[in-house]
């Protein structure tokens, strides 16, 4: 066991387990706090209940398919995060990306009529993946060209996508009417994956979230190009010295990352659910929660995958927790907290590789 | 006879490795002693439980006899220990004086209080000759100086005992000279100091007693005055080393690479760092541009390998002119580059041994298939590099290179480079940091690779390896190279003038 936790990917986990672990105690003193002010509000282990189980108690498998639904846009953010990370860049852009390649997509949904109605959902995909990415080669064409902070053109590139989107939607006449901005054409197809949840809104987003986590798991640990790219991210003047083209690597480092967020976008906006193209000017939170999701899956793909479903599991608790009388920012409360513990995870394990090896010194 | 400290078996282990093995070292009062080891052979690890960075799994540590449990530096600071660390612990754009008192200030009032802090400063300063000046900033004074406010933060919280880490390694022989008389001076005056060290002429020099480490284990303790430098080295490596480097004479043939007239500018000022340089390398010889830090020497070895853009000149290699060829291009055919600055271009220290092996030829057929890394093959050759190379680390061919010593990651840097096989090897400071038994195996690989026809090119700072290693000097200066000489009949302080400057000939 102590052998088992002191290897270094079995530490990050327990790590990451911590975290949640904190998170769920700080959010349990709030609903015992809630408890004793709120006379609504009495039963706090049945709320904590509700937010284990991810409010499936009442939902059950059709809440699950809602939980997969929360979950698809954001493992694919957290993995544009996360990616960059990886090769040494925040892309803290994702909103912009995510937005952005919704459009291309939804655009394409709509107006390419003239390309088969059962391939145009694919189409409209991959515009998504291409938009996105050119969203994020903006960042990276600065970065490596003119050394602009990365950081900082992936902020105001969230801005001038979240504007240009909403401005387009005006623009375009019908069926871009800002009013049912639904895809009325061609939806990501479901293969009886809503039959199965329970007549829900589930396609096969999910399970190209998934095959994307695992792709990106791939190029990472096993190819060449990844083998570059984190050498890149690790030490910049080392990989210049062995001949790797950094700047070349920054810029697709940041292409693939916008385009896992344009992907996000493009999955959620031809999606069967109606979603509307915001005009309230406010930046998505898929895009923010993917900053969430790297974090607490330590940036590896596969950890994204199941911090993802998580992050999807507490979000899909807000409205059953109201039924037990609590309020349903408790969640958001509780998954801030995981958040900043993940934060700290560094610490976790290094407390715990101190504790282990004092021990096993005896 | 009291001892001020006794370290009474002392076992202290990281996960893989027993740093410390059951040592026991008892210290005089008022001696010098040096801890004489290989890198990784324990000697900081076994300070650090002294100094409470580390908490020993094992063992005991009495001051003047009694037992004490130091869990932290300002526990040991309490017991009067203080330590000066390889890498100076210094607050940049503070004062000589706010870097003295910082942690220990006087108040007046609740309000700071330097004018006494001050006093008692320049008094140190005087009474130990320090030449301090009290209200210099740090980031303006050289390095040498940097150490001396280690000193003086030491002796201002009047510590008895002094432990210095390596504190010549980042000194010119000028400050080494200067260090030497105010560590004598300091255990005059009754100071106890105890200095990690694996050169083994400072060891001759001052100290009085030595204590040999070997792979976690305490060899001997000895007196300095009844041993020698060869009885030393051998204690320290466990088998007999050549400090003298043995070859034959050079018989060099054509030459491989050709500078003309090359100059880098600066980009920091107008002049250029790298002014009008030509020279050339043959095979069968080693060429050593010699020369103090800071003379065009990075410049010059980035442009030949291609980190830097050229502004002037050109680089003939095999005939070919390689002036504005990529990095990659070079090191696939047959330039080998070991750098300067290990840490900052030669190794990716989060990348475990095998993945740092392979840092220039991940792309060749042997490591790769459609793009897909063949993990058999890179670890089944790195594990052959490592027992080719002697590369020892913990966790062998999966352990992060951050972990490994100083020596053994640059011998996972020698090895890399020179298992590509390459006609002309750059080596940049190779023995920069390393002990002995290290150093005569990166000098030995240097000569081998001469006398199988490869050329090479070594940039130095240290005087004697110039001397002993090289076939034929030349001499850096300013950008410019100012001397040549024949190391068989050349003085050192020959050599020192045209470092320095103070001649300067025209070079054919």
């Known amino acids: 066991m102590k052998k088992w936790l002191l290897k270094e990917g079995n530490g990050k986990l327990f790590a990451s387990l911590m975290a949640i672990l904190i998170g769920m105690v700080f959010g349990f003193i709030i609903l015992l706090i809630a408890a004793a002010v709120a006379p609504k509000a009495s039963y706090p282990l049945d709320g904590l209940y509700t937010i284990i189980t991810g409010g499936l108690r009442y939902s059950g498998i059709k809440g699950f398919g809602t939980v997969l639904r929360y979950a698809t846009p954001v493992i694919l953010t957290g993995l544009s995060v996360g990616f960059a990370f990886k090769t040494g860049l925040f892309n803290i852009g994702a909103a912009g990306q995510y937005v952005m390649g919704g459009f291309a997509a939804a655009y394409i949904a709509v107006k390419w009529t003239f390309i088969p109605l059962e391939y145009l ?31 900082i053109s992936s902020i105001m590139l969230n801005y001038i996508g979240m504007i240009t989107v909403s401005t387009l939607v005006i623009l375009i006449p019908d069926p871009f009417n800002p009013s049912r901005t639904k895809v009325p054409l061609s939806q990501i197809p479901t293969f009886g994956l809503d039959t199965l949840f329970g007549k829900n809104t589930v396609d096969v987003g999910i399970v190209i979230a998934i095959l994307v986590a695992i792709m990106i798991y791939v190029i990472l640990e096993k190819t060449t190009f990844g083998y570059e790219l984190k050498a890149c991210g690790f030490n910049r003047n080392a990989a210049r010295y062995a001949g790797i083209n950094d700047k070349r690597g920054i810029i697709l480092s940041m292409t693939i990352s916008g385009a896992l967020s344009g992907l996000a976008g493009g999955l959620v906006y031809i999606s069967s659910i109606t979603k509307v193209f915001d005009q309230s000017l406010v930046l998505q939170k898929e895009g923010f929660d993917g900053i969430s999701v790297a974090l607490l899956g330590l940036s590896n793909p596969i950890g994204i995958i199941f911090s993802g479903f998580f992050i999807g599991m507490l979000r899909n608790a807000g409205t059953p927790l109201s039924r037990s009388g609590f309020n349903e920012e408790v969640v958001r409360i509780m998954t801030s907290t995981i958040i900043y513990a993940s934060a700290f995870s560094l610490i976790f394990r290094e407390k715990l590789t101190k504790f282990l090896t004092r021990k096993v010194g005896k | 006879m009291s001892y001020i400290i006794e370290m009474l078996n002392i076992t202290k282990e990281f996960p893989g490795i027993i740093a410390n093995d059951d040592i026991t070292l008892r210290i005089k009062k008022g001696e010098i002693h040096a801890l004489l080891g290989e890198n990784g052979a324990g000697k900081s690890t076994l300070m650090s439980v002294l100094f409470g960075l580390y908490k020993a799994e094992n063992g005991q540590i009495l001051i003047n006899g009694k037992e004490c449990k130091i869990h932290n530096p300002n526990d040991a600071n309490h017991y009067g220990i203080g330590m000066v660390h390889q890498h100076f612990k210094l607050v940049h754009n503070f004062t000589v004086l706010e870097n003295v008192v910082l942690g220990v ?71 080494i000279d200067e260090l030497m008389k105010i560590m004598k001076n300091l255990a005059n005056e009754g100071k106890t100091i105890l200095f990690i060290t694996h050169k083994l002429n400072e060891i001759m020099s001052i100290a009085d007693r030595v204590s040999i480490l070997r792979k976690g284990k305490l060899i001997d303790t000895l007196d300095v005055d009844k041993v020698n430098k060869e009885q030393l080295s051998e204690l320290m490596v466990g088998r007999k080393v050549m400090l003298e480097v043995i070859k034959d ?179 940049v400071q190779p023995t920069r940091g390393l002990d002995v038994g290290a150093i005569e195996y990166i000098h030995k690989t240097l000569v081998e690779q001469r006398d199988s026809g490869k050329a090479v090119l070594l940039i130095s700072l240290e005087l004697s390896e110039v001397m002993s290693v090289s076939d034929r000097i030349l001499v850096i200066y300013e950008g410019e190279l100012v001397g040549q000489a024949d190391p068989l009949h050349v003085t050192p302080q020959e050599l020192g003038l045209f470092m320095s400057g103070s001649k300067r000939e025209v070079i054919q």
């Open chain 1, 121 to 151: 959902w694919i189409v409209g995909l991959l515009g998504s993946i291409l938009v996105g990415g050119l969203w994020g080669l903006i960042s990276g064409l600065l970065k490596a060209l003119r050394n602009v902070n990365e950081v």
């Open chain 2, 105 to 175: 200030e006087s108040l007046k009032h609740g309000i700071l209080d330097m004018s006494e802090a001050e006093e008692k400063v320049i008094e140190l300063s005087h009474k130990y000759n320090l030449f301090i000046e009290p209200q210099a900033l740090i980031a303006d004074i050289s390095v040498g100086m940097q150490q001396r406010v280690e000193i003086l933060k030491m002796l201002y919280r009047k510590n008895e005992i002094l432990i210095f880490d390596e504190p010549t390694a980042v000194l010119t022989p000028q400050e």
């Open chain 2, 249 to 427: 004479l050079a018989k060099p043939t054509e030459e491989i690479l050709v500078v003309k007239d090359l100059c880098v500018k600066s980009n920091r000022h107008q002049k250029n760092t790298v002014n009008h340089v030509s020279f050339s390398v043959r095979r069968g010889e080693i060429l050593c541009i010699a020369g103090i830090e800071g003379n065009g020497q990075t410049d010059l070895v980035y442009a030949l390998t291609g980190l830097t853009k050229v502004d002037q000149g050109h680089i003939f290699y095999k005939g070919e002119d390689i002036t504005h060829k990529s990095i990659r291009y070079r090191s696939t055919h047959g330039i080998a580059h070991i750098p300067e600055d290990r840490h900052k271009h030669g190794l990716i220290l989060d990348y475990n041994l095998a993945q740092n092996l392979i840092l220039q030829t991940y792309f060749k057929d042997t490591y790769q298939k459609n793009g897909f890394l063949n993990f058999s093959s890179i670890y089944t050759n790195a594990e052959k590099t490592i027992d080719r190379f002697d590369i020892r680390s913990g966790n062998r061919s999966k352990s992060i290179t951050r972990s490994m010593s100083g020596g053994n990651q640059q011998k996972v840097i020698v090895a890399r480079e020179i298992e590509t096989n390459p006609d002309l090897l750059i080596a």
